[in-house]
């Protein structure tokens, strides 16, 4: 009797824990996120896995968090997670002219600080001014951020800004594409992974682009010649979103587990990435003898470049008027924080 009671609760035993692995096996939730950029991009090697890391612990292991790569061109990452065929991602707000106008406020020129800077002011004033023209219409937006300072990035080497005119340089839209007519630049259009390739092929003759990617898309190799302009060009908008039927389907406290690791505390890690990244791209070029000119404030290929921006707000802000936002007090309150900025 007692032999037959023990193997009786032993069986028992091992059915409850079997069920209960189950339970929680059954119950985890997988949060796939799509991705454009190579594995060993900063975005892919560093700042998903960092919030997957967040999204974790945060709901305890019941969201797990993969990235799938080459779903394809980078502005079609908006469409995917609004039809749910991924379930969050990230973009370039250039790649959909006319749908996003008001991110530009955090590409205009002469700004001057840290990817990490404007990616928190970014966030901050989305919030305030810009979320309630629901540009991000269809999606969750979890995290806003810049890539660091735009840089000119050259196969062969130019003295003067002047002598951009009518070279083919890739650009990515935005407030780059701006920047590009009033040089009097050939546009050519393309996804940032495609830079080396049309470097390579002659292609193109030079593209605007943060220093970073001089190792991360290994422009090193084929754009040996850069001017870094104090500040750079402009900085580039980017969003982090989410399918928002994806976040309703979760359970409560998951969802909000996941937000309160998103947000500006996202962004700001972004931002800080990017930045880290040009660091080691910068680092990368000088090692690989690219010829790096770093401009001073007072060179006069500096002075040539703000005299170029000129009347550039007030442009951005006559683009935006329909959207009826107080989109200068915005660009006023974007600038304080990002100047003011001390992580």
Known sequence: ????????????????????????????????????????????????????????????????????????????????????????????????????????????????????????????????????????????????????????HMA???????????????????????????????????PAPKVYEMMQQGVIDGVFIPMGEQKSLRLKEVARNVIALPGGMYLGSFAMFMNPDFLADLDEKDRQAILSVSGEKLSAMAGQAWDKADAAGLQAAKDAGVNIVEVSTGDPLAQEFVALTKGMDEAFLKSVADRKVDAEAALAELRQIARSYDK
């Open 156 to 190: 062969e080497p130019i003295k003067s800004l002047a002598e951009l005119e009518g070279k083919k340089i890739r650009l990515g839209g935005g407030v780059q594409g701006e920047i590009g007519h009033r040089l009097g630049v050939t546009s050519v259009g393309a």
């Open 1 to 152: 009797m007692k032999i037959g009671l023990l193997k009786t609760l032993k069986v028992t035993t091992i059915s409850l824990l079997l069920s209960s692995f189950a339970a929680t096996a059954s119950a985890e939730t997988t949060l796939r996120v799509g991705s454009w950029l190579p594995p060993n991009h900063p975005q892919n090697a560093e700042v998903w896995p960092t919030w997957s890391r967040w999204v974790e612990e945060a709901t305890e292991g019941r969201v797990k968090v993969e990235v799938e790569y080459g779903l394809g061109h980078p502005k079609t990452m908006f469409e995917l997670v609004e039809d749910g065929v991924i379930d969050a991602s990230f973009s370039y707000h250039g790649y959909v002219p006319g749908r996003f106008k008001l991110t530009q406020a955090v590409e205009q020129p002469l700004l001057g600080v840290s990817a990490e800077a404007a990616s928190v002011a970014h966030w901050r004033v989305f919030e305030k001014y810009f979320a309630k023209a629901q540009e991000h219409d269809g999606l969750e937006v979890i995290g806003l951020f810049t890539h660091g300072p735009g840089q000119i």
